[in-house]
């Protein structure tokens, strides 16, 4: 079943040229979808889009079923429950002035969610490998990879649907960015995820289906593996062909990220 569904979409900002033009993709429930492209591609539009931060001036966005009503508060309240971030700098998406506890449980706050807030904080940093003691400290206190952990649990403590990831393993450094994608496999099989990066390498290793962008059109879209054995386009065998070499998959997480 298609848990989200982009069609026919384009978007300009003022009068310029088009950034996004006719984009149209699945996500199937339960999918890891990659949204893979060169800087400037149109990837983090097409984000602000799908979190319902801009509107699509042609084609729409549908999230199970029904077109995003951006401009309905209600509506995007549970849209927001239903639909959750992780962004690129766990440094600057992490208030320093605020204890790890209050910044996971944010989004039960804000989203006015039932039930026991603390015990859910916990639950999540178990999820992403944190001792749950970390709740008491402030994000100075940890590593970019552990900050990114507990961004990533701050994304998943409301149980959403989707969560879309930007570039969320890029600012990580490569035996971090390694366990970090290790994480998001582990967290993939509970939840359908949208991984956006002009990393190749990240999306080949996390994601089932791949949308390749080109200056906001898609130029190539279909199952990763037929994607990395035989791709069409010249632009996303330049894409493959710049894919940093990857060491295998990490050793059991630990907090040492
Ligand atoms: N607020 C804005 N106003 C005007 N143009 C913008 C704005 N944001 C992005 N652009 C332009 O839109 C195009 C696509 O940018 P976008 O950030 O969506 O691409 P991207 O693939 O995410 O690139 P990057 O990885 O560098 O962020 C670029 O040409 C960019 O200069």
Same mark, same amino acid.
């Given at each position: 079943m298609t848990l989200l569904s982009v069609e026919n979409v384009g978007f300009a900002y003022?009068?310029?040229? +088009? =950034? #996004?033009? &006719?984009v149209s993709f699945t996500v199937p429930r339960g999918a890891n979808v990659g949204l893979v492209g060169e800087s400037g591609s149109g990837k983090s539009t097409l984000l602000r889009l799908l979190l319902g931060l801009d509107r699509p001036q042609q084609g729409r966005i549908l999230f199970d079923g029904q077109p995003l009503e951006t401009r309905r508060a209600t509506y995007m309240r549970d849209y927001r429950r239903r639909v959750q971030a992780v962004f690129q700098d766990p440094y600057s998406s #992490?208030?320093?002035? +605020?204890r790890v506890q209050r910044i996971v449980t944010e989004p039960l706050r804000s989203l006015r969610l039932p039930g026991d807030h603390a015990a859910m904080a916990r639950q999540a940093m178990t999820d992403v490998?944190? &001792?749950?003691?970390?709740?008491?400290?402030?994000?100075?206190?940890?590593?970019g990879g552990q900050r990114q952990r507990i961004a990533i649990a701050r994304a998943i403590v409301a149980r959403p649907e989707l969560v879309l990831a930007d570039?969320? =393993?890029?600012?990580?450094?490569l035996s971090t960015r390694v366990r970090i994608v290790d994480l998001f496999r582990q967290i993939s099989t509970r939840m359908t995820m949208v991984f956006v990066s002009h990393d190749m390498g990240v999306v080949a290793a996390l994601c089932d289906r791949l949308v390749v962008l080109d200056r906001g059109r898609i130029v190539e879209a279909g199952p990763t593996s037929r994607i990395l054995r035989d791709p069409q386009e010249p632009y996303t065998r330049s894409l493959l062909a710049s894919i940093p070499r990857m060491p295998a998959a990490s050793q059991p997480e630990g907090q040492s990220t």
């Amino acid at each position: 079943m298609t848990l989200l569904s982009v069609e026919n979409v384009g978007f300009a900002y003022g009068a310029g040229r +088009h =950034v #996004l033009d &006719d984009v149209s993709f699945t996500v199937p429930r339960g999918a890891n979808v990659g949204l893979v492209g060169e800087s400037g591609s149109g990837k983090s539009t097409l984000l602000r889009l799908l979190l319902g931060l801009d509107r699509p001036q042609q084609g729409r966005i549908l999230f199970d079923g029904q077109p995003l009503e951006t401009r309905r508060a209600t509506y995007m309240r549970d849209y927001r429950r239903r639909v959750q971030a992780v962004f690129q700098d766990p440094y600057s998406s #992490l208030d320093p002035a +605020h204890r790890v506890q209050r910044i996971v449980t944010e989004p039960l706050r804000s989203l006015r969610l039932p039930g026991d807030h603390a015990a859910m904080a916990r639950q999540a940093m178990t999820d992403v490998g944190m &001792d749950p003691a970390a709740l008491s400290r402030f994000p100075h206190q940890f590593s970019g990879g552990q900050r990114q952990r507990i961004a990533i649990a701050r994304a998943i403590v409301a149980r959403p649907e989707l969560v879309l990831a930007d570039e969320a =393993v890029s600012a990580l450094d490569l035996s971090t960015r390694v366990r970090i994608v290790d994480l998001f496999r582990q967290i993939s099989t509970r939840m359908t995820m949208v991984f956006v990066s002009h990393d190749m390498g990240v999306v080949a290793a996390l994601c089932d289906r791949l949308v390749v962008l080109d200056r906001g059109r898609i130029v190539e879209a279909g199952p990763t593996s037929r994607i990395l054995r035989d791709p069409q386009e010249p632009y996303t065998r330049s894409l493959l062909a710049s894919i940093p070499r990857m060491p295998a998959a990490s050793q059991p997480e630990g907090q040492s990220t």
